[in-house]
């Protein structure tokens, strides 16, 4: 009987670490947050929050320091948008490809290219990015240096891509095939019955799959720093060196002074990044949840 | 318009678009291999760096990215796999399983600096690891949680539920059915997602930037409490921090970066259609 006991004994230690594991995600996320204050809180004590979100000038290490963000956020901004306005119409029609025209072979054979691109690591995009786009902008519109907004957009929209269609794809895939039977009875062709059926019924789930495209842009940080200039002024073109959010936590952390002001700022930014993903990624989810139902 | 040839001229666009999204692997992956190749050699691939990295191979950093690669798994795969169960074997759809699945949403979604800061936050400074292995492991396995929960959960979900039933209707307990009538089939889903996680992690470099990583070191780590160096950080600090360094080096350590990772991805993808095809149920 003991033995019985002793299994007893193991299955519950098991169960209840399974059920602690399951927990676990939430507490790192808690966790990420908590951190993001800790050491980002005390820049708001001699800061406030309205200066730090709105201040024009991000001048760290000035005298007086100043620690003002909007040029970040419009970089980020304006990055993000031009990467969105290239890869979303991209990537849509990629994905109604790949779901509804192409034969099975392609469709796999395709779906693997994808998942390939969306293994590059960000460091070897930024890096091609910057040999080889940042000189050919630089010529084609004859500015001084290659290194732009514009090429932050072209080069994240490439790294936004394979979240748009996969996400895209899989809820172009899930649209019941009596719509498609119907539409094709009915007389339409397969591109009436593709675009004007089956793609507004997968609106929900495309516009989740660019809102988590969206994301994926708004938190690079590799490529972004290496291809956009790192400047830290208030963009006013796509043809201008811009720093993004998250290129001057990578950028600065280094240089900063453990639990200084500007160590704290740096953290702060990330308190802000963590706050708009998390926006982001919880508005998508549920757009998914009501496209499955 | 006439629909047939709107749905042609439809199709042409479409394809484009595809192209458009597909070509760049192969372009990338054409320019790399071309300007690269030439500086793969024995001695790049397993000596140390010299003469601030002008000279010599890249040894440190493939090990250092191979110790944080080894370091994240161990520690999500335990934590991943048993959350999977969690979510999939035990959880009804309540209100905690709902908390838990958009904690995982959350995860995936936190940008790769915020994960670097968190490290440096709470491993590098709270825990006092400092500038580690051990550090940078912990981060990096963290932010590949989701990764391995999501492909878990998938193959999980994929064994048919009359195993279930079967087993336990022969008087088998939960944990008895789980282990030996629902993990033997989930398990190569769950390597993908291990591998997946692998290639995720060895790629990143945002997370090991403040908790990890060493600009330049010549020797070899000796524990988990040292710093090192990794191919990714490694290929940012030659390609914009050290002027000087001939091309093909560059080029030759995006290569080697880009096999690893693009090695474990397909690696990847070959077991998951495997066993797609392999099952019968």
């Known amino acids: 009987m003991k033995s019985v006991q002793a299994r007893k004994l193991k299955e519950w230690v098991i169960e209840k670490s399974i059920l602690l594991s399951g927990i676990f995600s939430v507490v790192f996320v808690l966790l990420i947050f908590l951190f993001l204050l800790r050491e980002g809180f005390s820049l708001f004590r001699g800061e406030s929050v309205i200066d730090f979100l709105f201040g024009k000038s991000w001048y760290p290490i000035s005298d007086p320091p100043r620690f003002g963000i909007l040029p970040l956020i419009l970089g980020s901004l304006l990055v993000t948008l031009g990467a969105a306005a290239i890869s979303v119409p991209i990537g849509i029609a990629a994905a109604l490809f790949i779901a509804e025209i192409a034969p099975l072979r392609l469709r796999e054979a395709l779906k693997a290219g994808i998942e390939l691109l969306a293994a590059i690591p960000s460091v070897v995009i930024g890096f091609i990015g910057m040999i080889t786009l940042g000189p050919w902008i630089k010529n084609l519109f004859n500015i001084p240096t290659g290194l732009t907004a514009l090429t932050g957009s072209v080069t994240l929209a490439f790294m936004a891509m394979p979240t748009i269609v996969s996400i895209a794809e899989d809820a172009i895939t899930a649209v019941p095939r009596q719509y498609r039977e119907a539409a094709i009875a009915m007389g339409a062709t397969q591109w009436q019955t593709t675009w004007r059926i089956v793609a507004r019924a997968a609106r929900p789930g495309m516009l989740a799959a660019v809102m988590l495209g969206i994301g994926r842009v708004i938190g690079e940080t590799m490529a972004v720093m290496m291809v956009t200039g790192n400047a830290a002024v208030i963009p006013t073109g796509f043809l201008q060196p811009v720093r993004t959010l998250t290129a001057t936590i990578a950028a600065e952390m280094g240089e900063s002074v453990q639990g200084g002001p500007h160590y704290a700022a740096l953290f702060a930014i990330g308190i802000v990044l963590f706050i708009i993903t998390f926006l982001i990624n919880g508005v998508a989810d549920l757009f998914l949840h009501r496209s499955r139902r | ?281």
């Open chain 2, 1 to 281: 318009m006439d629909p047939r040839r709107s749905q042609k001229i439809a199709f042409a666009v479409l394809l484009l678009a595809t192209l458009l999204v597909v070509l760049p692997v192969v372009v990338i992956l054409a320019i790399i291999v071309a300007k690269g190749a030439s500086a793969i050699s024995w001695d790049f691939l397993f000596s140390m760096p010299r003469e601030g990295m002008s000279a010599g191979g890249i040894l440190p950093a493939i090990l250092g990215t191979l110790y944080l690669v080894l370091g994240a798994v161990i520690f999500a795969v335990p934590l991943g796999v048993m959350a999977a169960i969690y979510l999939v074997e035990y959880s009804s759809d309540n209100r905690m399983s709902r908390l838990v699945k958009l904690a995982i949403v959350n995860l995936a979604g936190v940008p790769s600096v915020v994960y670097g800061l968190f490290g440096l936050g709470i491993f590098v400074t709270f825990f006092g690891f400092g500038a580690s292995i051990l550090s940078g492991s912990l981060t990096l396995g963290i932010m590949i949680l989701p990764v391995i929960i999501t492909s878990s959960r998938e193959a999980l979900e994929s064994v048919p539920k009359h195993f279930r039933t079967v087993s336990l209707s022969l008087g088998a307990s939960r944990w008895q059915t789980i282990r030996h009538s629902v993990l033997p089939h989930a398990l190569p889903g769950i390597l993908t997602g291990m591998i997946l996680g692998l290639g995720r992690a060895a790629g990143e470099t945002a997370p090991i930037l403040f908790t990890v990583a060493a600009f330049y070191l010549p020797r070899l780590p000796q524990s988990v409490f040292d710093q090192s160096m990794a191919l990714p950080y490694h290929l940012y600090v030659i390609s914009t921090q050290v002027p000087g360094i001939a091309e093909n080096v560059r080029y030759g350590t995006a290569l080697v970066l880009l096999t690893l990772v693009l090695l474990l991805n397909l690696a990847a993808i070959v077991l998951r259609s495997r066993f797609r095809r392999k099952k019968k149920w």
